[in-house]
């Protein structure tokens, strides 16, 4: 059975740090594009970072420069460190990976097939 389980949700206060692990499992992850999403109260599901099966990665420009996504094939897990947090990026966290293929729209949530159940980010002082 094909699964993504997140972690590292929390509670950090403004201009902190956190770290969130998806792991994959029932499949590799090695030949799957990959990605977070997010989506806050009352707000559309928004595509933060994805990184493709070749390495091409994607920001939201409002996480640009703060935010880094990186894959580890050999543990078949993904990360997404996020710094210089700001109120505005508290949001349910998702993880979501998709067979590669050819004309992908590499951070469009319909493109992805597998969902994790998420995690909650709030950023509060």
């Known amino acids: 059975q094909l699964q993504l389980v997140e972690s590292g949700g929390g509670l950090v206060q403004p201009g902190g740090s956190l770290r969130l692990s998806c792991a994959a499992s029932g499949f590799t992850l090695d030949y799957f594009n990959i990605g977070w999403f997010r989506q806050a109260p009352g707000k559309e599901r928004e595509g933060v970072s994805c990184i493709s099966s070749s390495g091409s990665t994607n920001y939201a420009d409002s996480v640009k420069g703060r935010f880094t996504i990186s894959r580890d094939n050999a543990k078949n897990t993904m990360y997404l460190q996020m710094n210089s947090l700001k109120p505005e990026d508290t949001a349910i966290y998702f993880c979501?990976?998709?067979?590669?293929?050819?004309?992908?729209?590499?951070?469009?949530?319909?493109?992805?097939?597998?969902w994790g159940p998420g995690t909650q980010v709030t950023v509060s002082s």
């Open positions: 979501a990976a998709a067979p590669a293929r050819l004309l992908f729209r590499l951070c469009v949530s319909s493109e992805y097939a597998y």
